[in-house]
């Protein structure tokens, strides 16, 4: 977790966390958030190909309005609901992550444990 041997200063001990948290840090937020991204894509093309959102579109409504109030209200429960899930998800992949970057932590812990064989 730090540079060996630990630097004395406070400062350049939390300057050497951050450094070595770049890297775990950068794989679980990508690979969580490229996932959620493109769901959430495909619920806004889902719903941008409704039947109502054709007659708005040929009632000459401007493009802003029709992504908001027609394509973006009814996405948004999805979003949140999936966003939710990708946060419980994101505590279940904590041990996949510790193990691999070899933290200690809650999920390095369950990965010792004689519970998983």
């Not at 959102?53 to 973006?72: E, F, S, T």
Request: charged letters at 15%; proline letters at 9%.
């Amino acid at each position: 977790m730090v540079d060996a041997p630990p630097p004395s200063n406070p400062l350049d001990y939390g300057v050497s966390v951050l450094q070595h948290m770049i890297l775990p840090v950068a794989a679980y937020s990508l690979s969580n958030i490229f996932l959620s991204i493109y769901s959430w894509r495909t619920f806004f093309l889902i719903y941008s190909s409704e039947d109502y959102v054709d007659m708005a579109k040929a009632k000459g409504l401007p493009a802003r309005d029709i992504q908001n109030k027609y394509i973006l209200r009814p996405t948004l429960p999805t979003i949140i609901t999936s966003f939710a899930l990708l946060v419980i998800n994101s505590w279940l992949g904590a041990p996949i992550f510790e193990t691999v970057f070899n933290w200690p932590g809650m999920g390095q812990a369950l990965f010792s444990s004689d519970w998983i064989d």
